[in-house]
């Protein structure tokens, strides 16, 4: 079994799903497993299916007569339950963080903290890597991707250096777009901002925002009512996308009414406060400090 990172706000998660008896609740972010185990062992007579397309996780496949597993992405979803005949389901959660595991290996390319390739695909069977992203994108390209997925103020110097740099040789490692990246920050914020490039570039390389809404319309059409959709997401872009989707059941968060005044959504969210992990949990896991849990029901 390969070592995964300890599961973030696990109790707060398990309790958010309510689980009931006889009930079928869907893991899109298997990873280590952690979570989808919790469920198991909280409720003894529920049904598990998880999503997961990174090879990495599928050897810390459950045995367990409860327990599917689909090697895809969460995008998917709809239709590989409907392939299980699992619609509706009672439950479903969801943690977006990139796994401790995934940091960890240099050969993933999405850590700052290791010369490796620059690869970042979640899938590593999918065409285009973080090295293909820098080396063929033009310069207002690379300059959108950074200022919107990494909230870059300087992007469009950033973009340049980088189309600069890729006519005297291409990009390949993570040590070269470290070396082009510091050029343009502060020593003190140089980790910061190395975040900042490498959030942005792993999202477009897996294209997350987008498979993030597929997993968001889908996910209030597979639920029964009253059944819960539990998200752990990392960074403000997920945060204001599940955000908004919960309270207004679309992306751009402008509420819809009926003729009567009525809202108009899908969900109705379960804690008005964002849930945040405890000092404890902070203390233990340091990476899950910028974590942040939202519950929302089927109407």
């Known amino acids: ?110 850590s700052t903290r290791f010369d490796g390739p620059l690869d970042m695909r979640m899938n590593p069977q999918q065409p285009n890597s973080a090295a293909d992203i820098l080396n ?64 942005a570039l792993r999202i477009e390389v897996n294209n997350e925002l987008e498979a993030l809404k597929e997993l968001l319309s889908q996910s209030a059409q597979v639920l029964k009512p009253k059944g819960r959709l539990v998200f752990i997401s990392y960074h403000s872009l997920e945060d204001r996308l599940v955000k908004n989707y919960f309270k207004t059941g679309n992306f751009e968060g402008i509420p819809e009414k009926d003729f009567y005044g009525n809202l108009l959504r899908p969900l109705d969210p379960i804690n008005r406060k964002v849930i945040t992990p405890s000092t404890e949990e902070l203390k233990e896991n340091p990476r899950s400090r910028s974590a942040k849990l939202r519950i929302a029901e089927k109407r």
């Not at 390209?141 to 006519?167: C, H, P, Q």
Request: aromatic letters at 10%; charged letters at 25%.
């Open 136 to 199: 063929t994108k033009t310069q207002e390209e690379l300059s959108t991707m950074f200022r919107l997925y990494g909230e870059i103020n300087n992007a469009w110097k950033l973009a340049g250096a980088i189309v600069t740099e890729r006519d005297l040789v291409k990009f390949k490692t993570t040590d070269q777009l470290k070396q082009i990246a510091k050029k343009f920050t502060p020593e003190k914020k140089l980790n910061q901002y190395l975040a900042q490039v490498f959030q």
């Open 1 to 110: 079994m390969t070592k995964y990172h300890t599961p973030v706000l696990f109790k707060e998660s398990i309790e958010g799903l309510s689980l009931q008896d006889n009930s079928c609740y869907v893991d899109v972010t298997f990873g280590g497993g952690g979570h989808a185990r919790g469920i198991l062992e909280a409720n003894n007579s529920c049904r598990l299916i998880a999503f997961d397309q990174d090879p990495n996780s599928h050897e810390n496949e459950i045995d367990d007569e409860r327990f599917s597993l689909v090697k895809q992405n969460f995008r998917y979803l709809k239709n590989n339950l409907r392939m299980l005949a699992a619609i509706p389901i009672d439950g479903l959660l969801a943690d977006l963080g990139v796994s401790s595991h995934q940091f960890d290996i240099p050969d993933r390319g999405f």
